[in-house]
């Protein structure tokens, strides 16, 4: 596999004709993404805080995750690089790591349209991680999708190559939002978190039993979250 990190730029402009378009998305993305929502302010309250750690300590690429499945940690993500996207100047990406159930591209009205390219073939060596992007017409969000459901996720994920992505994505864009795998359901996110600055755990209300989640916490480590 080439080095993404030899990549450059140059590469990122070669995936200009795969665009998608925010229209398309889901009604609950449109309404995070709507400025005048109180799920909007929500989210956008979370954009300030991680703007204020970003200050503080320089964070770029962030983690999203779970305890366990359906806690919304998918939707969390795909509107949180949403509102990260609005800022005027920012270039924001969201790369979807889950590779056993993805639904990112769902929330942007892709429906598996993307399912030839994304993040397992650019693991694979098949593929270049520019060629590899989608871009939201009108927007500063670009997207990668999971890829092609491989059968060795968790061993793709342990490779090299995925650090070196997200060097590259980080040297490119100003955020860089992944949406991984429940953390007690698979290893897999717990092979992805020491690579972020920052890990948002999302907790389902009145739902998560408070065990799962403080075992979450320790599997990930306090500091990181």
Known sequence: IADPAEQGTANLEVCAANRFD???ASAQLKNVLDPLTLVGEQFRLLRSKL??????RGIKTVLVTSSVPDEGKTFTASGLA?????EPGKRVVLIDADMRKSKSGWNFGLNGSSGNCGLSEILRGNQEFGS??????GSALSFVPSGPIPSNPSELLSSPNLERVIKTAASNFDWVII???PVLALSDTVLIAPLVDAVVLVVRANSTASKLVVETVNQIGHDRI
């Open 51 to 56: 703007g204020l750690v970003q200050k503080q």
């Open 179 to 181: 949406d991984s795998p």
């Open 22 to 24: 925010l229209t398309e």
């Open 132 to 137: 590899g992007i989608l871009v939201a017409l």
């Open 82 to 86: 949403g509102v990260f996207a609005q």
